[in-house]
């Protein structure tokens, strides 16, 4: 069964670095989403991204974050400089093209990133 | 504003025995709910979707959701536990209205704990 993937599995950076979470969504999936978790907290919607373009973000996402589908597989999530509340799991998820479908988001394994 | 409650932070259950994992949500409009479970170290798997129709769903490995429109409560059940469905449970709700937002609100999450 095709799955949602994400690389890495864990992240440690500095802070003020940047850094790029990587994501290959489920194959002929036409909606691509980023949420976060940060620790002991609930998972928090970021951003959407169809027909290359961000449909919808959050107020978490601000101007330090940025995603890119860069070709026909990958989907980036960029933090520009990393803070420590940064620190959380991010996951992936993607959504059918098939009617009916498309409400449903198949997610990934997430990446932990920490931010010292 | 959506929101969704997980009342229960913690379930124990007996092996064998009928279990329930409780979420109410609040929203102006329809809503799609959804149920996702999380394993350790893993990402959120779907388990099952209330958008349209009969009341009553039926998802994966067994577990079921009833949709509650005057309670505004999915209720996830299962008619006979497993030491297996031990996981994490997240409700969700994704608000349906003229435009095009598919973000999706969790809830906090409820720890459900099956005891050989």
Known sequence: ?116 | AQSVAQPEDQVNVAEGNPLTVKCTYSVSGNPYLFWYVQYPNRGLQFLLKYITGDNLVKGSYGFEAEFNKSQTSFHLKKPSALVSDSALYFCAVRYISSGSARQLTFGSGTQLTVLP
């Open chain 1, 1 to 116: 069964e095709p799955e949602v993937t994400q690389t890495p599995s864990h992240q440690v950076t500095q802070m003020g670095q940047e850094v790029i979470l990587r994501c290959v969504p489920i194959s002929n999936h036409l909606y691509f989403y980023w949420y976060r978790q940060i620790l002991g907290q609930k998972v928090e919607f970021l951003v959407s991204f169809y027909n290359n373009e961000i449909s919808e973000k959050s107020e978490i996402f601000d101007d330090q974050f940025s995603v890119e589908r860069p070709d026909g597989s990958n989907f980036t999530l960029k933090i520009r400089s990393t803070k420590l509340e940064d620190s959380a799991m991010y996951f992936c998820a993607s959504s059918p093209r098939t009617s009916g479908e498309q409400e449903t988001q198949y997610f990934g394994p997430g990446t932990r990133l920490l931010v010292l």
